[in-house]
């Protein structure tokens, strides 16, 4: 294995698993917005809003952006899990496992889960969002995004055809 591999392997698993803990501490954050804060009056106050049925909206949109962001950990978390068990096989020198195309393919689907989760949000803040008081979230279609989900459908089809070729080689010899 390369000086660069022997490098990016140990911090490609640090990074991720610090990404798990934080995508934990983020689900904890919005379990306590959703049932502790805020309250109503503390949203109208920083929007400058009266009681209306607009600022029942907003309120309304705001936790369900929130519930929705609550949503997305499970699909973050699969993942970071997936990504972190595929480091683990090529630390272990099986990176064409056939476990991997089966990460891949959760992955791609947790990616495309991801995708809708932020159409959704995008739409949600448009809906709420009003002239006086604009709404606007990094949110709504990703090109990258998109993009990143066919890629790693890709990938995973790609990987089924490593591994299948290895293992004819390794029944071969």
């Known amino acids: 294995m390369s000086t660069t591999a022997q490098t990016a392997l140990p911090l490609a698993r640090f990074a991720l698993k610090t990404t798990i803990l934080v995508n934990w501490l983020t689900a904890a ?3 306590t917005l959703l049932l502790f804060l805020p309250h109503e009056q503390w949203i109208l106050k920083s929007f400058q809003l009266a009681p209306s049925p607009a ?7 705001l936790r369900a952006i929130a519930g929705i962001g609550l ?4 699909l973050n ?19 064409f496992a056939y476990a991997n195309v089966l990460r891949l393919r959760a992955i791609a689907w947790a990616l495309l889960g991801l995708q809708v989760f932020s159409l959704s949000i995008g739409a949600i803040a448009r809906s709420i969002s009003t002239p006086q008081h604009v709404v606007k979230l990094d949110a709504g279609f990703s090109a990258s995004g998109w993009l990143a989900v066919l890629l790693t459908f ?4 790609v990987f089924s055809e490593a591994a299948r ?7 071969t010899v």
């Not at 600022?55 to 949109?61: K, M, Q, S, T, Y």
């Not at 978390?77 to 990176?95: F, I, Q």
């Not at 890709?154 to 089809?157: G, P, Q, S």
């Open 29 to 31: 954050a919005l379990v």
């Open 55 to 61: 600022a029942d909206r907003l309120v309304l949109g």
């Open 71 to 74: 949503a997305s950990v499970p």
């Open 77 to 95: 978390y699969v993942v970071l899990k997936r990504l972190l068990a595929m480091v683990e096989s090529v630390r272990a020198g099986e990176p």
């Open 154 to 157: 890709i990938l995973a089809r």
């Open 165 to 171: 070729m290895r293992d004819d080689l390794e029944g």
